[in-house]
C-alpha cells in the first residue's frame, strides 16, 4: 500500500512540474508583442507649397534735375501713360542760355581769326616762292600763328558744344515707356539742388516682377512646369500665371531661404507693383524617393528615426525628411526599398526587441 501510495505522488509532482513548464512557456510567448508593418516603396515625391510675394516693376526710375533752374511747364502728371523720348517737363535757366551765347560768338570770334591767319600764310606762302620776297623766319611765324588761331578755334567749339549739351538738360526726358507713379515739382519750383526729391518716378509695368522667398529644402526641387500660379489682394478670385526666369544663387542666411523671381505679363495693367500676392508652388523630385506614412517617423528633441524589423528584430534607423506632403513624408537614411518599417513606432518599442510583425493592409 504505501508503495503504490509513493508512485501516485510521484506522478503528481511530474504532472505539476510539466504544468509548470508549460505556463512558463506562455508567459514568455505573451512577452513576444505583435506590430504592424510595412514595406518601404519608391514613389514620385511632390508638394504644393504656398508662400507669399511681392510684386515689382521691371523698371524703376527717379528722374532728377542735372541743371539748376525753375520748372517753366510741365507735361506729366501721376498716372500719366509716357513714352521713351518724350519731353516730361521742361526748366527755365536763363544764365544758361546767356551763357550758351556768349560762347557761340567766341566761336565766331576765332574762327574769324583763323581764317585771317589762315589767308595770311596762304599769301606770304605764295610770295616766298621768289627768291629775296619773304624771309624764312616770317613765313614760320606767320604758320605758327595760323595753327594756333585754329586750336584756338577748335578749344571754343568744343566749350560750346559742351554747354549746348547741358542746355539739352533744360529738358526732362523720359528714358523709357512706362506710367508716373510721383511728381514732386509745380510750375515755378526750384530745381536742381543736392539732396531734393526726385522731380518724376516712373515705372515699366507692363510687366511685373514677382520675388519669392523660397524656403531652403525646395531649392533643390523641379518646378512644375517653371512656373507658379499667384492671386492678389486686389483680385483673390482671380489666379495669375508667372514664368520663373532667375535665381539669386545664393541663400539668405537670416531666413534660410533663396530668392526666386518670376515675371508676369501685365499689359492692361491691372497687377500694381508693391502688391503683396499668394504664391503656389508645384514640386517635385527629378527622380523617385522613399516615401512612407507620417506616423512611421518618430520626431523628438534629439534626432528622427524609423524602427525596421529584419527577423522579428527591431532596429532604430536615423533619417532626414523631405517633402512633407500631409499623410506622406520623404524619408532620407540607410532604408531601402523592400525594407519593413513598423508603422506607428514609439520611443517605448526600443532596439533590439523581439516583435511579431503583421503586415498592413
Known amino acids: 500500500m504505501k508503495i503504490i501510495t509513493a508512485i501516485f505522488l510521484l506522478m503528481a509532482f511530474a504532472s505539476c512540474d510539466q504544468q509548470d513548464e508549460k505556463t512558463s512557456a506562455k508567459k514568455e510567448e505573451a512577452k513576444t508583442d505583435s506590430v504592424k508593418v510595412?514595406?518601404?516603396?519608391?514613389?514620385?515625391?511632390?508638394?504644393?507649397?504656398?508662400?507669399?510675394?511681392?510684386?515689382?516693376?521691371?523698371?524703376?526710375?527717379?528722374?532728377?534735375?542735372?541743371?539748376?533752374?525753375?520748372?517753366?511747364?510741365?507735361?506729366?502728371?501721376?498716372?500719366?501713360?509716357?513714352?521713351?523720348?518724350?519731353?516730361?517737363?521742361?526748366?527755365?535757366?536763363?544764365?544758361?542760355?546767356?551763357?550758351?551765347?556768349?560762347?557761340?560768338?567766341?566761336?565766331?570770334?576765332?574762327?574769324?581769326?583763323?581764317?585771317?591767319s589762315k589767308d595770311y600764310y596762304e599769301r606770304i606762302s605764295i610770295a616766298s616762292k621768289t627768291d629775296g620776297v619773304i624771309a624764312p623766319t616770317e613765313l614760320q611765324k606767320s604758320k605758327n600763328q595760323m595753327q594756333a588761331d585754329e586750336s584756338e578755334q577748335n578749344a571754343a567749339r568744343f566749350a560750346a558744344s559742351s554747354y549746348r549739351q547741358v542746355?539739352?538738360?533744360?529738358?526732362?526726358?523720359?528714358?523709357?515707356?512706362?506710367?508716373?507713379?510721383?511728381?514732386?515739382?509745380?510750375?515755378?519750383?526750384?530745381?536742381?539742388?543736392?539732396?531734393?526729391?526726385?522731380?518724376?518716378?516712373?515705372?515699366?509695368?507692363?510687366?511685373?516682377?514677382?520675388?519669392?522667398?523660397?524656403?531652403?529644402?525646395?531649392?533643390?526641387?523641379?518646378?512644375?512646369?517653371?512656373?507658379?500660379?499667384?492671386?492678389?489682394?486686389?483680385?483673390?478670385?482671380?489666379?495669375?500665371?508667372?514664368?520663373?526666369?532667375?535665381?539669386?544663387?545664393?541663400?539668405?542666411?537670416?531666413?534660410?531661404?533663396?530668392?526666386?523671381?518670376?515675371?508676369?505679363?501685365?499689359?492692361?495693367?491691372?497687377?500694381k507693383a508693391g502688391?503683396?500676392?499668394?504664391?503656389?508652388?508645384?514640386?517635385?523630385?527629378?527622380?523617385?524617393?522613399?516615401v512612407v506614412p507620417v506616423a512611421a517617423v518618430v520626431t523628438t528633441l534629439e534626432k528622427k528615426f524609423v524602427i525596421k524589423v529584419t527577423g522579428n528584430t527591431t532596429q532604430w534607423i536615423d533619417v532626414r525628411t523631405g517633402f512633407n506632403m500631409g499623410d506622406k513624408v520623404e524619408i532620407f537614411g540607410e532604408i531601402n526599398a523592400g525594407d519593413t518599417l513598423v508603422l506607428k513606432p514609439t520611443e517605448e518599442l526600443k532596439g533590439g526587441t523581439k516583435v511579431i510583425a503583421k503586415l498592413s493592409n
Not at 567766341?106 to 574762327?111: E, F, I, L, P
Not at 482671380?238 to 515675371?263: H, N, P, Q, Y
Open 275 to 290: 502688391s503683396y500676392a499668394d504664391v503656389k508652388l508645384f514640386f517635385l523630385r527629378s527622380g523617385k524617393s522613399l
Open 167 to 271: 542746355g539739352g538738360y533744360l529738358a526732362i526726358i523720359a528714358p523709357y515707356n512706362g506710367i508716373i507713379t510721383k511728381r514732386n515739382i509745380e510750375v515755378g519750383s526750384f530745381v536742381g539742388n543736392a539732396g531734393e526729391k526726385p522731380l518724376f518716378e516712373l515705372e515699366d509695368n507692363a510687366v511685373l516682377r514677382l520675388k519669392v522667398p523660397v524656403p531652403e529644402i525646395y531649392t533643390g526641387a523641379v518646378l512644375l512646369d517653371n512656373s507658379c500660379e499667384l492671386t492678389t489682394r486686389a483680385f483673390p478670385d482671380k489666379k495669375f500665371k508667372a514664368k520663373l526666369v532667375r535665381k539669386a544663387g545664393s541663400i539668405d542666411e537670416a531666413t534660410r531661404s533663396e530668392v526666386w523671381e518670376f515675371e508676369i505679363p501685365n499689359t492692361g495693367r491691372e497687377l
Open 38 to 116: 510595412f514595406l518601404v516603396a519608391l514613389d514620385s515625391a511632390k508638394k504644393t507649397l504656398a508662400l507669399p510675394g511681392e510684386l515689382t516693376a521691371n523698371e524703376n526710375v527717379q528722374i532728377r534735375a542735372k541743371v539748376q533752374g525753375y520748372i517753366r511747364k510741365l507735361n506729366a502728371d501721376i498716372g500719366s501713360k509716357v513714352s521713351k523720348g518724350q519731353i516730361l517737363a521742361l526748366i527755365d535757366a536763363p544764365e544758361i542760355n546767356t551763357r550758351l551765347q556768349e560762347l557761340n560768338e567766341k566761336v565766331n570770334a576765332a574762327q574769324s581769326r583763323y581764317q585771317a
